[in-house]
C-alpha cells in the first residue's frame, strides 16, 4: 500500500470543490436571488448623448423590403413602416440598468415601487418590448396633478349603482370583496387583478361594466392638470422600495360630484370636440379638410398612411362624426367631463379612461373571439376572399340611423346587388405588360368584384328600434359561419361594434391577414404596426376597393374593371399575416397581459398613494443585472 496510496489532502480539497459548486448550483437552481446591493442613481442630465441607446439605430437597411420597381403607394408605405418597425425592436433596452435610465429620461420619475419585481416577473414571461408602456403613463398623467387623497374620495365615491362601475379591491396582497361583481367584466378582471396583487399595497379600482368609454374631460381642465405633473416631477435621491402603509377601510366615504349625466343617442363629437387643441379640425372646421386629410391619407389612393392619426377625433372628428354609431347615436353613453379614474377596455383618443387589456383578451375559452390554431388553415389552402360576420351593433338602429352605422355601412358597401350603379377608384397599373410599375387612380365598377370576392353579412338582425323589419329588404342575416369558420379566408377585416372589437387578436395570430378600422384605442396600439401586421382602412371606407384590389389583384377584362388591371399582391398579404402571427406570439399572450396589468397597477398605487413623490426605485439596476449574469454565466460556462 506504501507509496502507491492515495493522500487525503487532495481528496479534502477536491470534496470542498465539489461541495462549493453544489451549494452554488443548488442556489442557482433554486433561485435564490443573489443579494446585492442597490446602488444609487446617477441622475439624468437630460441631454440625449449620455443615452447612446436611446437613439435607435439608423438608417434601417438590413432588412427584406418590398420590391423597389413596383410603385404602388402600399408598398412604399409598407416600406416606411417596416423600418419603423425595425428601429422599435432594436431600441428596446436589453437589460434593466437600461429599462430605469429609459424610464426616468422619458418620464422624468423614478419607476414605481416594485419596478425591480416587475422586471423580473416580465423577464421571466419572456417579455421582448420593456420599454413599450407609455399609453399608461399617458394614461395616468393627468391624475398626477390631483391629491391622492382626492383621487381616493373618486374612486370610493363610485361605489354607487349610478356610475355603473365594479370596484375590484386589493387587501393584503389578495384580491378582496368585488363590489358589483354581477357583470362577466368584474369576473376576469379578477383573474388577472390576482397575478398582481402579491406586489399590490391596498388598494381600490373601479372598472367600467359598460362597453362604451366615460371620461371625456375638457382640453383646458387636462392641460391644467399635465402642467401640474410636470412641474411636479422630481427625482429624489434615495426614495422607498415600497408602497405606504395605507389602511383604505378606514377613510370616510365623502360626497364628490362625479359629474356623470347621460349622452345616450347623441352626438359626441359634440362633447370630444372641447377635449381637443383650440388649434385643431374638431374645433376649428373652418380649416381646410384636404390638408388635414394629407397629414393621414395617401392623396393619391386614399391609403391611410398614419394610422394613429386616422382614428384621432381632434383631426377626423367632423369628416366622421355622422359615420360611425358611438359618434353619431350610441346605444349607452354615460360620460362624465370630470376627470375620474375609471379603468375601461378602450377609448377613442379623447378620452381620460384608464386602458387596460380587455377580459376577452385573457378569457380564452370563450369561442365567439378567442384564437385556436386547430381551425386555421395554410395560407395557400385559404379562399383569396373577404369574409366577415357579425352582429348588428355599433348604435341605435331606427330607420332614420342605420345608415350611420359603420358595421350597416360597411356590409351595404360590400353587397353586389346594391353596387350595380356604384363607381370606385382604385389604383390601376399603368402599363399592360406591367412592366413600368406604375399606377394610376382609375374608375372601377365594383358589383361584380364584390360578388366573387367579398362575403360580408350580418350573422344576426337585432336590437333595432322599435323592431328590425324595417331591414327586411335591405339586409339579410347568414347564419351559419362560425367564428372558427371565418380563418378559412385570406381577408379579415375587423369593424367596430358598440365598442372595440374582441376580434382582433385572434385575428392577429392567425394565418390570415387582417383588414382594420376603427376609432378606439386599446393596450395594445403601441405595438402593432400598420402595413407590417395589419393593412389599415379608413373609418369612411373610401378606401376599401383599392386597398382589396391591390392584394387579390384585378385580372383585365373581368366584369366591370372596364380595361383595368392590378396585379397581384399576395404574397405581399401573406407576409403581412405572417409578422403579425409571429409578432402577436411575442407581444399578444396571456403573460402580455399580465405583464402589462402588472405594471399598470403599480403606477396606479402610486399616483394614490400620499407619499407618492418619494417611493419608488431609485437604484440604477445594476444589481438586477449582476443577478441575472451570475445565473446566466455560470449556466452558460458549464
Ligand atoms: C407586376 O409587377 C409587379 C411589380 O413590378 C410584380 O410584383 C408582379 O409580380 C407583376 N405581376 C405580373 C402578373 O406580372
Ligand atoms: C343585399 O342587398 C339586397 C337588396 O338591397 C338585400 O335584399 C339583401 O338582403 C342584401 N344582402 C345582405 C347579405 O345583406
Ligand atoms: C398616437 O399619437 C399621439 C399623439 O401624437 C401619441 O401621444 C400616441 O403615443 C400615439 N399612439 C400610438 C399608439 O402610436
Known sequence: MSGGGIRPWPIFLLALVGWTLFIVNVIILTGIDVKGKIYKVVLPKGDKKDFPYFEPPNPVDDIELPDELDQHPIVALTRDQLKKFERYKRAQPKSFAQVVERYRMK???HPPPKFDEWYKFAKKRNCVNFDDFDQIMDDLRPYWG?????????????????ARVSILRVRNHKVAQTIRPDSWRAGIFEKMLAVAAPLLPDIDIAMNFLDEPRVVATW???????????????????TVNEFSKFDWDAEKKVDVDLGFFTYSGKPYMDVASKACPPESYARRPEIDVKHVESRYKDPVGGFIRNFNLSSDLCTVGPSIGHLHGFLFSSSTNIATQKLVPIFGECKVNVNNDILFPANKYYDLADARYAYNDEHD????????????????SGGVQNPDIYTRLQRHRFVALTNSSKLSEAEVTIMAALSEDNTSGEYAPTFFHPANYASTTMDVAFSEIVWCVPDCHFLDDKMAAKPGMDFKDTFKFKYLPDIDGHSFSGRWPAFLKSKSMGLKSTIFREWHDQRLFEWVHFAPMDNRFDDLYALLT??????KGVDGSDGAYVPRHDTEAKRIADRSREWATQVLRKDDVEIYMLRLLLEYARVLDDNRDKIGYSGDGSEVDAADKSKFGWRWRR
Open 550 to 555: 391591390y392584394f387579390t389583384g384585378l385580372e
Open 220 to 238: 383646458e381642465e387636462v392641460q391644467s392638470k399635465l402642467a401640474a405633473e410636470k412641474k411636479g416631477r422630481v427625482q429624489h435621491p434615495e
Open 107 to 109: 418620464y422624468g420619475r
Open 146 to 162: 390631483i391629491k391622492p387623497a382626492d383621487i381616493r374620495a373618486m374612486v370610493r365615491a363610485m361605489d354607487s349603482d349610478d
Open 377 to 392: 388553415v395554410p395560407w395557400h389552402e385559404k379562399k383569396s376572399r373577404m369574409v366577415w360576420r357579425g352582429v348588428t
